[in-house]
């Protein structure tokens, strides 16, 4: 046992792209071939256009925080490194990530500035977290 004791995520076969590129420390997204927009989270078919023509394309992993909160009693002894940053990050390529913010609860704000961190929080599985841009 590794210690880790938060659910982790089960690839599917559309989802396992994503996180493969994440063990590498990459952010991928899928992007319509057809309508060019950026997808998230992983699917068969574009939201927008509705064609199951998608690609894998690797984004900036930069963005700002478009909405949080901050976690400060856990759910369960899992989740018992609170309190945590848990928050809606809009990327510069469009789409929205639900995800942790790495830093102090008092430091993030609406509109700050981020960029892709990589926890390797066991050895297959790095989850996708952002951090505050520097400046």
């Avoid at 938060?6 to 997204?29: M, N």
């Avoid at 950026?38 to 900036?60: A, E, T």
């Avoid at 009693?73 to 990530?97: H, Q």
Wanted: some cysteine; glycine content about 6%.
């Amino acid at each position: 046992m590794n210690g880790y004791l938060k659910p982790l995520p089960k690839p599917s076969k559309v989802s396992a792209p994503f996180w493969a590129a994440a063990r590498r420390h990459q952010l991928i997204l899928q992007r319509c071939e057809r309508c060019g927009t950026f997808i998230y989270y992983p699917r068969s078919r574009c939201p927008h256009c509705f064609d199951d023509r998608l690609g894998w394309q690797q984004v900036s992993g930069r963005g700002v925080v478009y909405s949080f909160t901050v976690v400060r009693r856990a759910m369960s002894r899992a989740f018992g490194d609170a309190p945590y940053v848990l928050a809606i990050v809009e990327l510069e390529e469009g789409p929205r990530l639900t995800t942790n913010i790495v830093a102090a609860p008092e430091a993030v704000s609406v509109g700050m500035k981020v960029t892709a961190h990589f926890d390797d929080v066991t050895p297959e599985c790095t989850l996708v977290k952002f951090k505050p841009a520097e400046e």
